[in-house]
């Protein structure tokens, strides 16, 4: 079985969700769609307030190349467009009311698409990576450098999230589409499908709908541990290639897509759907009823919580996304957007809130780290503030996965520490 150096075996908590089919979430009746659910500048309103909008009407036009345009996941009114709180920061939303019909615009299906028509059909549907990084596809599928390898990323190694899995378990077929169109455009005529061995049921399930369906997909079968689905690690597992500090997986002839991506990408070859709704996990310990759900992009996550049993007295932290990664919040007054892949309400049991202490120098978090990184003498360097020898230790190579933190003793905030080394390495003019 494939894997890479290092990382770290968190409790998977998986079963919670796991066996949770795929339902549709009820819509609420106003929705509020950030202009900025991707990696790069935010998109720029197309609508204005008082406007009737159809379900993939676009809301917001890409601004510049590292963009992506966004789309109505409602038929309504518009009845304002300002500015409001998102996972990770404030962006413009658009508040649309919603009249229960549902009525869609839609582009008309591609039959035999040449690849750079598979590529336009991308950007045109806004499709961005569904992982969580939310870079915008259309751009990753133009790269400058030779590619001979596409993997599809379903490791899902975050505990809980199980969004991905569903994807593969009721949705072979039209991934494994999907993907085979990503492959396509790339000029590729097969591609990989990396998995934690975690999902070997899968792994049956997609070798077996390949082989019906005459797709050239090859499944790789990697060990359960995190970060296995983190981009580098990933590639290193299935095709041993390395990816240098500062270069993208491109520039050693790869390119990764998520799972939920390619579905996407199938739904707008072949349906002409716009990317307006996702499948998100709702779990942890503080929630009543775990679930997937599809949920269109703008619904309030409080709503989802409220559907799934509420905020028990129990739950003592939210999560937009995985334990390890995702984005802690103050309330559920935030939108579900193209990134959001799981909803997260964890307990007093399930989050460690001990009191940092001083480092006892154990090494742990050197070797926990899947980077090769010295996290303790980055950590080190920045208290002392000297961000010269936070450089020289790599800090820019970090992927901010969390493992470093997750096996300290000393409950040292590390991952907090290399955000910062690497604000400030960037703010003197250093690598990236
Ligand atoms: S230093 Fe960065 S890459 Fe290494 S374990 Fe910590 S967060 Fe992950
Ligand atoms: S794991 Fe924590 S205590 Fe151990 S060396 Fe690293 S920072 Fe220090």
């Known amino acids: 079985m494939e894997t890479f150096p290092h990382g770290i075996h968190p409790k998977g908590n998986k079963e919670r969700s796991a066996n949770a089919a795929v339902s549709e979430f009820s819509t609420p009746e106003i929705v509020a769609v950030p202009l900025s659910q991707h990696a790069g500048k935010a998109a720029i309103?197309?609508?204005?307030?008082?406007?009737?909008?159809?379900v993939g009407q676009k809301l917001g036009e890409a601004d510049g190349a590292i963009s992506a345009a966004v789309f109505s996941s409602v038929s309504g009114e518009v009845t304002a467009i300002e500015k409001r709180p998102?996972?990770?920061?404030?962006?413009?939303?658009?508040?649309?009311?919603?009249?229960?019909?549902y009525d869609e615009e839609k582009l008309a299906p591609l039959k035999n698409p040449a690849p750079e028509q598979i590529v336009r059909r991308i950007a045109d549907c806004g499709i961005v990576g569904m992982g969580g990084?939310?870079?915008?596809?259309?751009?990753?599928?133009?790269?400058?450098?030779?590619?001979?390898?596409?993997?599809?990323?379903?490791?899902?190694?975050?505990?809980?999230?199980?969004?991905?899995?569903?994807?593969?378990?009721?949705?072979?077929?039209?991934?494994?589409?999907g993907a085979r169109y990503i492959a396509a455009a790339l000029g590729l005529e097969n591609f990989f499908v990396g998995l934690e061995a975690n999902k070997a049921d899968a792994a049956e399930l997609l070798e077996k709908t390949a082989s019906d369906n005459g797709i050239s997909a090859k499944?790789?079968?990697?060990?359960?541990?995190y970060p296995q689905g983190a981009e580098k690690q990933l590639i290193y597992a299935v095709t041993k290639r390395k990816v240098r500090v500062g270069k993208l997986p491109s520039n050693v002839g790869v390119i990764v897509c998520n799972v939920h991506t390619a579905l996407s990408v199938f739904y707008a070859v072949e349906e002409g759907e716009k990317s307006y709704k996702r499948i998100v996990t709702v779990s942890g310990g503080g929630v009543k009823t775990p679930a997937n759900f599809w949920i269109r992009t703008g619904t309030p996550?409080?709503?989802?919580?409220?559907a799934c049993g509420g905020i028990g007295d129990?739950?003592?932290k939210l999560l937009i996304g995985g334990p390890m990664m995702g984005f802690a919040q103050s309330n559920g007054d935030i939108s579900v957007t193209k990134t959001t892949s799981g909803i997260l309400l964890l307990t007093a049991d399930e989050v460690n809130s001990e009191q940092s202490g001083p480092c006892i120098n154990c090494a742990s978090c050197v070797k926990a780290c899947p980077m090769k990184l010295m996290p303790v003498y980055i950590d080190a360097c920045i208290l002392s503030g000297d961000v010269s020898g936070a450089e020289k230790y790599g800090a820019m190579n970090c992927i901010e996965c969390g493992s470093c933190a997750f096996v300290c003793p000393a409950r040292r905030p590390l991952v907090q520490s290399m955000r910062l080394a690497k604000k400030k390495i960037r703010e003197k003019g250093g690598k990236r």
């Open 219 to 225: 499944t790789v079968l990697c060990h359960t541990k």
């Open 301 to 306: 996550v409080s709503t989802v919580l409220d």
């Open 314 to 316: 129990d739950a003592v």
């Open 45 to 54: 309103a197309a609508v204005s307030k008082g406007d009737y909008v159809k």
């Open 133 to 177: 990084a939310g870079f915008p596809t259309a751009v990753k599928l133009a790269p400058r450098d030779k590619v001979d390898t596409l993997i599809i990323n379903a490791a899902e190694c975050e505990p809980y999230l199980t969004c991905d899995y569903r994807i593969l378990k009721e949705y072979p077929r039209e991934f494994l589409l």
């Open 86 to 101: 998102t996972a990770t920061g404030h962006c413009e939303h658009v508040i649309i009311k919603n009249d229960g019909k």
